[in-house]
Structure formats: structure tokens, C-alpha cells
């Protein structure tokens, strides 16, 4: 199958409600399908959102909301996310979603690809979490390395956030042969008024827009940007109340692109629900490869190659 229909989902999640999130997953999931949509990408920590609060706000102020939100961290293993996955397979499509991953008393940032038989088929953990976000989640191992999987649509990959500024990670995605990438990212914001707030430009949606963007016309592989939203009755919760640089409605920039870069459907509005879609075809992929394939004729291994170490750490080894 060559010509398949993807989407990206660009929504406000349920904040800090596991429940809620799960129910709204449901909710997407059935509305893409109706769409006649095969492979649907989620944003970064889709559940139970991106905690924008932990960039504004001090440890100390954040203790309550952390504590909430590790209590609606989704369980891989979890009755809830099997309601997600027999979704996903009601929906005979391709998922991959991202959320808070629960693993004992610590947190990830993953990634699971769902089958359309609604098999977990991979698992990924964002390998390193960016500046404050390491207080919150841990790193992902070796294994999550792995960033592509087969499927009836495809080879289909997923990197998370600033995963998309490691030149070597990325690299090492195209030598696994992506051709449809989900790129999920959290809300990002315009550049605020230097007066009141000094920022970064690489920590606005349009930075993040031009990242991935990038990664289609580096990897020549189609590439799904999914973002959140945040709207102002929700900046309490959050803890966002009074900062200059979240606003609302905003943080979404999501898009499709295609293997050269192009953008493949209307952009919607930064604070705007959607799943933005586009038809493609996987051929395509040639058009782009001819000229430059990152990872084949374009290379030069014997001057330049990367050095990966494929096997992941344990925090317990037993003796035989």
C-alpha cells in the first residue's frame, strides 16, 4: 500500500486527568477513523498534558501540581490504555501516542506505536528530557534508540520535542528507513514582548515548526507535526497564571509535510482543535531520495559514520 491518509492531532488535552485524557484519546481516535485516516500522530505528553508550569513557576510552587500530575501519568500496562489500544483497533489504523509513562515512582516522556490490531508493537522514552523538564522525567534508555517500526502503511517513526535538534539520534532514524514520522511536540509559544519577558527564539512554534520541517527535508520522509493548545480557563490548573510567555488560545503549529519539505494541507489557527490531514503517497518518497538520501548515496562512510551502543542499561544485573 503506497497511498495512505495520515493525520496530526492539534487539541487542548484534559489536564492532569487520566480518565479524561483517555476519554478524549477515544474520542480522536474515532473521529479520524470516521476520516478515513490510517496512521494518526498524538503530541508530546498528550496525557495528561504538557505541565507548562515547571518552565514558569518554582519547584516549590509546583509541588501540589506535580503530585497530581504524577498520579494521572498513564500505566503502559494499564486497564486504560487498553481501552485505548482496542480503540485503535476498532479503528483498524496505526497510532503512535504520546504521554506521561508511569513506571513505578517515576516518570517518562514515551511514545507507543499501536497497531492496527492494537498491539503495542513499540515502546520509546524521550532519551534525554530538555533542561527543566529533567526534574520531572526520567532519561529513556538504549531502547529507545528504536524510533521506527513496519506497518501496513509504512515504516513509521516518532521523536519527541528538542529529540528533533540531536543531529545523531536523528541520523540514526533515517538509517532505520522512516518514511512517516510523527514529530510530537507540546504547546509552544510566540516570541513574547522582550520588555517584559527575555526569551528564546528556538523556544517559540515557529522554531519547533521549522525543526521539523527541516527533519523532512533531511530524512525525505513525510512528517506529521502534532501540538497542544492551551486556552485561558485553563492557566490556573497549570499554574501559568500571570507569565508573558503562554497565550491563550495558542501553542499549536501543527502541519504536515511531505518528503521535500512541502506542506501538505491548510495550517489551522495556533489555538485552534483539529486533526490536520493529507493523502499521500509513500512513492513520492523517490522524488526526494534522487537528490539527496541522507543515508545512501548521499553519504560518505568512510569519512563520517555514527557509533551506536544498541543495548540498554539495567539498574539490576543477578549473578550466575
Known sequence: MSKVRVGAVQSEP??????????????????????????LGFPEVWIPGYPWGIWTTSVIGNVEMIHDYMDNSLTKDSPQM????????????????GYSERDGASLYMAQSFISPDG??????????PTH????????????????VVDSPFGRIGGLNCWEHLQPLLRYYEYSQRVQIHVASWPAEFEMPDPEKQPWLYHETGEASYRASQFMAIEGQTFVLVASQIITEENLEKNNLLG??????????????????GKPLCEPVGVGEE??????????DIDYAKTFIDTVGHYARPDMLSLLVNPVAAKHVTTMK
Do not use: Y
Open 14 to 39: 484534559v489536564w492532569l486527568n487520566l480518565e479524561g485524557s483517555v476519554d478524549k484519546t477515544i474520542s480522536l481516535i474515532k473521529s479520524a477513523a470516521r476520516d478515513g485516516i490510517k496512521v
Open 82 to 97: 487498553c481501552r485505548i489500544q482496542e480503540a485503535v483497533k476498532d479503528a483498524g489504523m496505526f497510532v503512535v501516542l
Open 119 to 128: 498491539e503495542i508493537v513499540h515502546h520509546r522514552r524521550k532519551i534525554k
Open 132 to 147: 527543566v523538564e529533567r526534574t520531572l522525567w526520567g532519561d529513556g534508555q538504549a531502547d529507545s534508540l528504536i524510533s
Open 243 to 260: 507569565n508573558h510567555v503562554t497565550k491563550t488560545p495558542g501553542g499549536g503549529f501543527s502541519m504536515i509535510f511531505g518528503p521535500d
Open 274 to 283: 483539529a486533526i490536520l490531514k493529507a493523502d499521500i503517497d509513500l512513492r
